[in-house]
């Protein structure tokens, strides 16, 4: 079964930098792309990161240059980074599996306070 937990939210001031992991079970991020994905209340979520399997990585506009995604194969997480945050970040945090799965983890909270 395949299981998704994300960490690091928290709050931070519009500026500052927040790193958030994905760690997965039942799965690897190695063999195929997975996704990081924001949701604010009352709206649909919005992908704002992508890795590949073999590493590559694809960002939005929104975020280009101020997020960005490493990979421990090892301990099988992927991390998000996130600097120079702006208010609009802010949004609970979901990371998505792998195919086939694509099973979503619980999510983890981002404030960022102007």
């Known amino acids: 079964q395949v299981q998704i937990v994300e960490s690091g939210g928290g709050l931070v001031q519009a500026g500052g930098s927040l790193t958030l992991s994905c760690t997965a079970s039942?799965?690897?991020?190695?063999?195929?792309?997975m996704d990081w994905f924001r949701q604010a209340p009352g709206n649909q979520r919005e992908l704002v990161a992508t890795?590949?399997?073999?590493?590559?990585?694809i960002f939005p506009d929104s975020v280009k240059g101020r997020f960005t995604l490493s990979r421990d194969n090892v301990q099988n997480t992927v991390y998000l980074q996130m600097n120079r945050l702006k208010p609009n970040n802010t949004g609970t945090y979901y990371c998505?599996?792998?195919?086939?799965?694509?099973?979503w983890g619980q999510g983890t909270q981002v404030t960022v306070s102007s």
């Open positions: 890795m590949a399997a073999d590493g590559r990585t």
């Open positions: 998505r599996a792998p195919l086939p799965s694509r099973n």
């Open positions: 039942g799965t690897n991020f190695t063999r195929n792309a």
